[in-house]
């Protein structure tokens, strides 16, 4: 793999980030200490430094296992962890973006992590109550404690993070560096606002649920059904008449390059811009070796206009409009003869 710098920040991280959200068996499902440890192996073994992980995931376990695996080397890791996600259930400020739990959370991370220091800590979602200059004004005092390098935000309304950025730049606190979205080929309406915006902004984009649930790796496109457990019951609502046709285009396309249908639905992230670091997760060693093998494999501008023709959404109010007929109204007679700059990003 190639690293490449975080939006706007200076720190190199592998161009595939290694979702561990998998790590951990608290809630019923995911992958023992010593399985997870391989998959964790098999990513650093790929060239991989990005990991991400949350104060949440498994009841803290996730974080416990990362810190185990870590330790011997920490400083060689781009360490991401979240906050807000309430962390015990009778306590009405063990959640949020507040201060109070913010200091909290990362106090309790740190010494889940084992480590003095979280190179990317992210607003784990937007709560929609807490004021955005207390939230970016307590980031800036972790980052200047030395607790935290770069500040990121997950799950948020592009005005949120649009207002946050403004703010920190205004009053010379730390700006968000990374976006964390829901973002693959059944997942696009984040192209509307949030992926211009981040870009505007020079915010690097990690996007999370790159196969969809599993949807677009051919497992439910080649013969194998979705199962009965818990986790194939939350995910066969995915599979929609929409979706399993996006992953059948997948599944075409893999089998003319040769490549599996979870490298294909990767390589079509990556050629979304040099800007984007899909997130993918993994419960076996051999889940994550495939999908770095999308770190090599190119797709065809043909390819990608037939992923992208049977992916496509309407961007709507107001793109929709202001790319129609309506630049006449903007630039009159002389439109066409306007050399438009090219966006930022």
Same mark, same amino acid.
């Given at each position: 793999?190639?690293?490449?710098?975080?939006?706007?920040?200076?720190?190199? !991280?592998?161009?595939?980030?290694?979702?561990?959200?998998?790590?951990?068996?608290?809630?019923?499902?995911?992958?023992?200490?010593?399985?997870?440890?391989?998959?964790?192996?098999?990513?650093?073994?790929?060239?991989?430094?990005?990991?991400?992980?949350?104060?949440?995931?498994?009841?803290?376990?996730?974080?416990?296992?990362?810190?185990?695996?870590?330790?011997?080397?920490?400083?060689?890791?781009?360490?991401?962890?979240?906050?807000?996600?309430?962390?015990?259930?009778?306590?009405?400020?063990?959640?949020?973006?507040?201060?109070?739990?913010?200091?909290?959370?990362?106090?309790?991370?740190?010494?889940?992590?084992?480590?003095?220091?979280?190179?990317?800590?992210? !607003?784990?979602?937007?709560?929609?109550?807490?004021?955005?200059?207390?939230?970016?004004?307590?980031?800036?005092?972790? !980052?200047?404690?030395?607790?935290?390098?770069?500040?990121?935000?997950?799950?948020?309304?592009?005005?949120?993070?649009?207002?946050?950025?403004?703010?920190?730049?205004?009053?010379?606190?730390?700006?968000?560096?990374?976006?964390?979205?829901?973002?693959?080929?059944?997942?696009?309406?984040?192209?509307?606002?949030?992926?211009?915006?981040?870009?505007?902004?020079?915010?690097?984009?990690?996007?999370?649920?790159?196969?969809?649930?599993?949807?677009?790796?051919?497992?439910?496109?080649?013969?194998?059904?979705?199962?009965?457990?818990?986790?194939?019951?939350?995910?066969?609502?995915?599979?929609?008449?929409?979706?399993?046709?996006?992953?059948?285009?997948?599944?075409?396309?893999?089998?003319?390059?040769?490549?599996?249908?979870?490298?294909?639905?990767?390589?079509?992230?990556?050629?979304?811009?040099?800007?984007?670091?899909?997130?993918?997760?993994?419960?076996?060693?051999?889940?994550?070796?495939?999908?770095?093998?999308?770190?090599?494999?190119?797709?065809?501008?043909?390819?990608?206009?037939?992923?992208?023709?049977?992916?496509?959404?309407?961007?709507?109010?107001?793109?929709?409009?202001?790319?129609?007929?309506?630049?006449?109204?903007?630039?009159?007679?002389?439109?066409?003869?306007?050399?438009?700059?090219?966006?930022?990003?």
């Amino acid at each position: 793999m190639k690293y490449r710098h975080l939006g706007s920040s200076g720190v190199r !991280v592998s161009e595939i980030c290694l979702g561990t959200m998998s790590f951990g068996d608290q809630w019923g499902f995911g992958a023992d200490l010593e399985t997870s440890h391989k998959v964790l192996g098999a990513f650093a073994e790929g060239g991989g430094n990005f990991l991400d992980t949350a104060n949440k995931y498994h009841g803290g376990q996730t974080e416990e296992f990362v810190g185990e695996f870590i330790a011997s080397d920490r400083d060689y890791w781009v360490l991401a962890t979240k906050y807000t996600l309430n962390m015990r259930g009778d306590d009405p400020n063990a959640g949020g973006n507040g201060r109070k739990n913010m200091a909290r959370a990362v106090e309790a991370s740190l010494k889940r992590l084992k480590t003095d220091y979280i190179d990317l800590l992210w !607003v784990h979602a937007w709560d929609f109550c807490t004021h955005v200059d207390e939230v970016m004004r307590g980031l800036d005092d972790l !980052v200047r404690q030395g607790k935290v390098c770069y500040v990121g935000i997950s799950d948020a309304p592009a005005w949120v993070v649009a207002h946050a950025n403004t703010l920190a730049d205004l009053r010379g606190w730390s700006r968000f560096v990374g976006l964390q979205i829901q973002w693959s080929l059944c997942e696009r309406t984040v192209e509307r606002e949030l992926v211009p915006m981040a870009r505007a902004f020079d915010i690097g984009i990690t996007p999370w649920g790159p196969l969809h649930a599993g949807v677009l790796t051919g497992k439910y496109t080649r013969g194998e059904g979705p199962g009965d457990s818990k986790r194939a019951a939350f995910n066969k609502r995915r599979l929609t008449d929409r979706n399993l046709e996006i992953a059948r285009t997948v599944d075409a396309v893999a089998d003319e390059l040769g490549a599996s249908s979870a490298q294909v639905a990767v390589a079509w992230l990556r050629h979304q811009g040099a800007d984007v670091f899909p997130i993918a997760g993994a419960r076996k060693p051999e889940q994550i070796v495939d999908v770095l093998g999308s770190a090599a494999l190119s797709l065809s501008a043909e390819q990608l206009q037939r992923l992208d023709e049977v992916s496509k959404i309407t961007l709507g109010f107001p793109h929709d409009f202001i790319g129609s007929d309506a630049s006449n109204v903007v630039y009159g007679e002389v439109g066409a003869k306007i050399v438009m700059p090219t966006p930022r990003g």
